[in-house]
């Protein structure tokens, strides 16, 4: 696995008064490879001095000029980093301790440190703890209580104070420009441009409380073919494995971030849309020594998802969550379009084999292929 370090920072609070304080609140870590750190430094150093001269990159230094926040987005996303983020909608959260600070946080820690350990066993996590970051620093005491260091794993994880950091800096725009995409009081007609903007760095968006409701889609959303029960049998399996699974080894990271790109895409309106395997794999090779291969992807991210229950609609424009059934019909009629002239392939080798033996040698006779000969004659 790269080595890498992280930048995070945080938007919004614990009020619950949700027409003055807003409905979210946001964690964002930007990911940086190690050794790519100095020159995202210098980029972003030119990008701090053309926008903000001496101060630092702010989101709240640009607020609602949300002209200016695209012309500094489209900047910034030419540099070489990764965000992964946690999005809580506050509104959802049921229970009276949520509404004590001390709760809401101890919740919020147990999270992030959750969903960042498992991705990266082994991360440098840098955070601002001054001004109002009461979060980030009740989150560097939850790690250094809570983080068990071994010989063999995580012994890498560790949080460190950061304020002068331009990765820091990344990391509150982020942050804030998340909460104007999120929160119902800084949502705008400029949000699905800045959603747009920010989707091809997102490695990972988690949004808690995990309760998708299929009816929660708009009415035009609602396409012809729609299925209500596949689509929720879907997401219930996704978000079961994603729960289940606690990421120990690479071939478990690359599934687990797999589906929670599934995930996103399919919440940001692309429930109808395919999303490459190219793509996909962009994503997926952002902490990984060697680069996944197509197959590789195929073989060991895909495919023992699907052994293990996982519904993935796929087809020649890529992979997406099912929703209809007509999402399900091509998945297999892509299978058959494969299985079945490689299943002919083998019968034409089996009655050469048997034309130029006599019948004397049948080549799936073997125990191994003995299932395989049951399929064949079946077809047949």
């Known amino acids: 696995m790269k080595q890498v370090v992280a930048f995070a920072d945080e938007f919004g609070n614990n009020s619950f008064d949700f027409n003055g304080q807003g409905s979210h609140f946001i964690i964002a870590s930007v990911i940086i490879n190690k050794d790519e750190l100095e020159t995202v430094n210098k980029q972003l150093e030119n990008i701090r001095r053309f926008f903000f001269q001496t101060g630092e990159i702010k989101s709240s230094k640009v607020k609602h000029n949300h002209k200016r926040r695209i012309l500094i987005l489209n900047e910034l996303t030419k540099i070489k980093f990764s965000v992964y983020a946690v999005v809580v909608d506050k509104r959802k959260l049921f229970g009276e301790g949520f509404q004590y600070k001390k709760s809401f946080y101890k919740y919020l820690n147990g999270i992030l440190?959750?969903?960042?350990?498992?991705?990266?066993?082994?991360?440098?996590?840098?955070?601002?703890?001054?001004?109002?970051?009461?979060?980030?620093?009740?989150?560097?005491?939850?790690?250094?209580?809570?983080?068990?260091?071994?010989?063999?794993?995580?012994?890498?994880?560790?949080?460190?104070?950061?304020?002068?950091?331009?990765?820091?800096?990344?990391?509150?725009?982020?942050?804030?420009?998340?909460?104007?995409?999120?929160?119902?009081?800084?949502?705008?007609?400029?949000?699905?441009?800045?959603?747009?903007?920010?989707?091809?760095?997102?490695?990972?968006?988690?949004?808690?409380?995990?309760?998708?409701?299929?009816?929660?889609?708009?009415?035009?959303?609602?396409?012809?073919?729609?299925?209500?029960?596949?689509?929720?049998?879907s997401i219930n399996r996704v978000n079961d494995f994603i729960d289940k699974t606690t990421g120990n080894n690479q071939d478990d990271r690359d599934r687990l971030n797999f589906l929670k790109l599934l995930l996103l895409f399919h919440q940001s309106n692309h429930h109808k849309k395919y999303t490459t395997a190219h793509e996909f794999m962009n994503h997926l090779n952002v902490n990984r020594d060697k680069s996944l291969t197509k197959e590789q992807f195929g073989s060991k991210v895909v495919g023992p998802l699907r052994d293990k229950g996982i519904l993935i609609a796929s087809s020649r424009d890529g992979y997406k969550i099912p929703t209809t059934a007509m999402d399900m019909k091509k998945f297999i009629n892509h299978g058959k379009s494969i299985i079945l002239p490689m299943l002919r392939r083998i019968e034409e080798c089996r009655n050469a084999i048997l034309l130029a033996t006599t019948n004397e040698y049948d080549i799936l006779d073997e125990n191994e292929f003995k299932k395989l000969k049951n399929i064949i004659e079946y077809v047949r």
């Open 113 to 233: 440190y959750k969903e960042l350990y498992r991705t990266f066993p082994q991360l440098e996590l840098k955070v601002d703890e001054h001004g109002g970051n009461d979060f980030m620093r009740s989150f560097k005491k939850y790690v250094e209580k809570n983080h068990i260091r071994s010989l063999f794993s995580g012994s890498e994880f560790y949080v460190q104070k950061s304020h002068n950091e331009l990765g820091v800096q990344l990391a509150d725009f982020i942050a804030g420009t998340l909460g104007y995409i999120f929160d119902e009081l800084k949502k705008s007609d400029k949000s699905e441009k800045f959603s747009e903007l920010l989707e091809p760095k997102l490695i990972s968006l988690n949004q808690f409380p995990k309760q998708f409701d299929p009816k929660e889609l708009n009415e035009n959303d609602l396409f012809t073919g729609y299925d209500e029960t596949i689509s929720t049998l």
